[in-house]
């Protein structure tokens, strides 16, 4: 993976973690790299009635637009999900895109336990389809 890929994981991991400690979820949200290697945070909305799948496409559109300016190096939106393969767990899902055309989805399972404790599976990463450098 490319170093600024793992840069955008590396960079919000404690926050997202603490996020699932304290509040046992976090709303999507995302972070651009730009050219000069700054990153940026990004949120789309913060409230239950807003749909996950709209803060995604919000923040998809956005990426793009940035992409399509040659205004990003890298960009990712963090969000939540449940999976059934290879196993059935929760987990954080890392949408991420390099200016190169490497684009993976990044996934930490995680399962929740007595009092909150949160216990952090092995992480593992799939190639996706572009969606921010089209």
Same mark, same amino acid.
């Given at each position: 993976?490319?170093?600024?890929?793992?840069?955008?994981?590396?960079? $919000?991991?404690?926050?997202?973690?603490?996020?699932?400690? $304290?509040? !046992?979820?976090f *709303?999507?949200? %995302? /972070?651009?790299? @730009?050219?000069? %290697?700054?990153?940026? &945070?990004?949120?789309?909305?913060?409230?239950?009635d807003?749909?996950?799948? $709209? &803060?995604?496409d919000t923040?998809?559109?956005?990426f793009r637009?940035? +992409?399509?300016?040659?205004?990003?190096?890298? +960009? /990712?939106? *963090?969000?939540l999900?449940?999976?059934?393969s290879?196993?059935?767990?929760? +987990?954080? #899902?890392? %949408?991420?895109?390099?200016? &190169?055309g490497e684009?993976?989805?990044?996934y930490?399972? *995680?399962?929740? !336990?007595?009092? %909150? $404790?949160?216990?952090y599976?092995?992480?593992?990463?799939? @190639? #996706?389809?572009r969606?921010?450098?089209?």
């Amino acid at each position: 993976m490319h170093p600024d890929l793992e840069k955008l994981i590396s960079e $919000k991991q404690s926050f997202m973690q603490q996020a699932l400690t $304290k509040d !046992g979820k976090f *709303y999507p949200f %995302g /972070c651009e790299m @730009t050219i000069e %290697g700054e990153v940026v &945070n990004h949120h789309a909305f913060t409230l239950d009635d807003h749909p996950v799948d $709209k &803060n995604i496409d919000t923040l998809t559109r956005a990426f793009r637009q940035k +992409a399509a300016a040659g205004q990003l190096r890298g +960009a /990712c939106i *963090y969000w939540l999900v449940h999976l059934t393969s290879p196993e059935e767990t929760d +987990a954080i #899902r890392m %949408g991420l895109e390099h200016q &190169n055309g490497e684009a993976v989805d990044f996934y930490v399972p *995680y399962k929740k !336990g007595l009092f %909150g $404790k949160i216990t952090y599976g092995e992480p593992f990463w799939v @190639t #996706r389809k572009r969606e921010f450098f089209v």
